[in-house]
């Protein structure tokens, strides 16, 4: 029996992001058949609620709705719909969190009730906490989408419950969009892109900012409602995140020896990177560039100290690496980013 979730197994529920699509897409005049058409999901499946969707079928109905929905702002109208008041006993469990700090832990615990799609990695640095967003199951051109469909979500969470302008900050990867409207009427102005990574960052001092619906009692029957479930059905990681685990606990590992210690051939192997979206070499370079722009900022932190913390015995490699991951060097990279430091 294998151990991961793969871009093709059936886990989500009808409801919560494909049906809010839908209703969504109907709103704007698009007929639901002709959005479905091509997705492996029937309409018929999505009102009675009685079968799950692989990830692989959300994904290609975020395809159709980009294609048929106008306008830019989908994926944000979605993203202020989620989380409150589509996720059952998750909604509960987030709406009556007591705060910040209690909200973020609750929904990373159970992110896979409704986004299997982006992983997060948090860690405190200069009095902020930092979120790091990559792509966990094969996402390709439909991760932007994605992941504004859960920054929205969150920020507009926090902002309803907390009643108040938490300042959060969103680095991005991606270029600066055409719809840069939409980014500051749903993120803020804090947005900044063409970044080393996706990222939000929020101040330390903030997190313990109180919600106003905090109930303890409500949150605690929402909670063990989900650790229920949990218990019936346990978590598995998504395949990319089963080999990012490796890469995490053996940063050296080949693909041959990542593929044996999960219980495939090398070909199998390869098959399913491919079937995901990804190559071995893409998911080590996403995983050393995550954990370089964590340690980069340090102003202590000479070339062979940065190569040593990722991993790499020989300075030449590493700086190898470096110009491939951020095609500038870790000088070039610190003057650019971190000018002050």
């Known amino acids: 029996m294998k151990n991961f979730i793969e871009i093709d197994d059936k886990i989500l529920s009808c409801q919560s992001l494909p049906a809010s699509m839908i209703d969504l897409a109907m709103a704007r005049g698009v007929n639901p058949q002709k959005l479905v058409r091509g997705t492996g999901i029937f309409y018929e499946d999505i009102q009675s609620n009685q079968h799950l969707l692989s990830p692989a079928q959300v994904i290609k109905l975020v395809e159709r709705a980009k294609q048929f929905i106008p306008g830019y702002d989908a994926s944000f109208l979605l993203g202020q719909r989620l989380i409150l ?40 640095q200069d009095g902020y906490l930092k979120i790091q967003f990559y792509d966990a ?36 990867s991606q270029k600066r969009p055409r719809y840069i409207q939409e980014y500051e009427e749903n993120l803020g102005f804090r947005v900044e892109f063409e970044q080393p990574v996706d990222q939000l960052a929020i101040k330390l001092s903030d997190l313990n ?40 606990m053996q940063q050296s590992v080949n693909q041959e020896a990542a593929a044996q210690q999960l219980g495939l051939s090398t070909a199998t192997f390869k098959r399913k990177l491919k079937q995901h979206n990804t190559r071995y070499l893409a998911l080590q370079d996403d995983y050393f560039k995550q954990n370089a722009v964590r340690f980069i900022k340090d102003s202590n932190c000479t070339n062979e100290h940065l190569a040593n913390q990722l991993g790499f015995s020989d300075i030449a490699n590493f700086r190898r690496a ?20």
């Not at 051109?141 to 959060?168: D, G, N, W």
């Not at 650790?227 to 998504?238: A, S």
């Not at 470096?322 to 430091?341: C, D, G, H, I, Q």
């Open 85 to 124: 008041s589509q996720l059952g006993a998750l909604s509960q469990a987030l709406s009556h969190a007591k705060n910040i700090t209690d909200f973020l832990r609750i929904a990373a615990l159970f992110q896979h009730n409704f986004n299997p799609f982006i992983q997060t990695r948090l860690y405190r």
């Open 137 to 172: 199951i094969g996402c390709a051109e439909q991760y932007t989408f994605l992941l504004e469909v859960l920054l929205t979500a969150i920020h507009s969470s926090i902002k309803y419950l907390t009643k108040q302008r938490i300042p959060l900050s969103y680095q991005f």
């Open 209 to 248: 900012t109180a919600f106003v619906n905090y109930s303890p009692l409500i949150r605690a029957q929402a909670l063990y409602k989900l650790k229920q479930d949990l218990t019936q059905t346990p978590r598995k990681p998504t395949f990319i995140q089963a080999v990012l685990a490796l890469q995490n």
């Open 322 to 341: 470096f110009k491939r991951w951020f095609n500038m060097t870790p000088s070039e990279f610190k003057a650019k980013y971190y000018p002050l430091v």
